[in-house]
């Protein structure tokens, strides 16, 4: 059974900063393109960052300078290291992967593997 757990998720004020976490069971991680994505109330899920099998990374515009993806085979975790927090970064941060390596889109759609979530809260 696949299962994607994020944890880290807090209230911080605006400057602040959280890494999440997210371990990953029942497939392959280490072969497998992982990202994040976000989601504040009423918007849509939104993209935020990628991480190949390689190690190459690549992030949304909105939050390129202070978030770190990272990721610890060994441990099977995902982690998003989230600095000089603003309070458009609140939302729920959702944990996802897409199995088999290759290209690792910006497309929720492409991701077979969700997490449930966390949420960071980030007051101004």
């Known amino acids: 059974q696949v299962q994607l757990v994020e944890s880290g998720g807090d209230s911080v004020q605006a400057g602040g900063s959280l890494r999440l976490s997210c371990v990953a069971s029942?497939?392959?991680?280490?072969?497998?393109?992982m990202a994040w994505f976000r989601q504040a109330p009423r918007n849509g899920r939104d993209w935020v960052t990628s991480?190949?099998?390689?190690?190459?990374?690549y992030y949304a515009d909105s939050v390129k300078g202070r978030f770190t993806i990272s990721r610890d085979n060994a441990k099977n975790t995902l982690y998003l290291q989230m600095n000089n927090l603003l309070p458009e970064d609140a939302a729920m941060y959702y944990c996802?992967?897409?199995?088999?390596?290759?290209?690792?889109?910006?497309?929720?759609?492409?991701?077979?593997?969700w997490g449930q979530g966390t949420q960071v809260t980030v007051s101004s």
């Open positions: 996802t992967a897409r199995s088999g390596g290759g290209y690792c889109s910006a497309l929720e759609s492409e991701y077979n593997f």
């Open positions: 029942g497939f392959t991680f280490s072969t497998s393109c």
């Open positions: 991480l190949f099998t390689s190690g190459r990374t």
